[in-house]
């Protein structure tokens, strides 16, 4: 854990250095090593850059980023409890180059691959990008968001199975949400998303499920 201002980590390869985890309180940079055996593999309250880092057999999500922007890249995430990557009130998530893969449930509960829910501040919005990425033998969703402005392109989401009490099973879900105000009154918070050259196959459900998107 360090607090107070940003951190990079940077190792010498993923083969040869490994640690339990990374909590960035201010954010920062984590390049070039592996992350096992702890809860979650790298959880960041601001700014974060992960490059080239492997996650796996944790006990929690091996990326979340929250209330803050983030950019994952060059990484793989695999043996996971939960989710893969998580981003909780996001202003910009950009995923590339990224492998996704068995992500397991905890106490029967999600298994999904990437999650992204709604900022907090209602004025702002999440802006997603996720590309040239593989997402594979997840649960309830490959990806799934929550209000969000979605761009996916050149990603593959395979084998996507149900959750418990046959609870979702879809390639992509993608659907409105609302943000509550200071005065007790909700905002709809309606997604956008754009999809190009990618293929949704082997779900349980659907390969892509959309509700209340402004464009398709």
Known sequence: TVQGKAVTLWGSCTDEVTIAGAYLRQGGEVHDLSISGGTNGVLSEGPVVIDRVRVFDNGWAGMYVYQAPGTITRSLIENTSYIGIAAEGAAT???EDTVIRDIRQHDGAFGR???????????????????????QRVFQ????AHGADVLIEDVVVLDVEEGVDN???????????????????????PPTLTVRRSLFAGSVRTGLFALSPQSA
Do not use: K, N, Q
């Open 167 to 189: 609870l979702f099973g879809h390639g992509l879900h993608i659907s409105d949400d609302d943000v509550e105000l200071a005065d007790g009154t909700l905002l709809h918070r």
């Open 93 to 95: 998530l950009v995923i």
């Open 141 to 144: 969703g490959g990806i799934r």
């Open 113 to 135: 691959g990437i999650h992204i829910g709604l900022p907090d501040d209602p004025d702002a919005t999440s802006d997603v990008t996720i590309s040239r990425s593989l997402i």
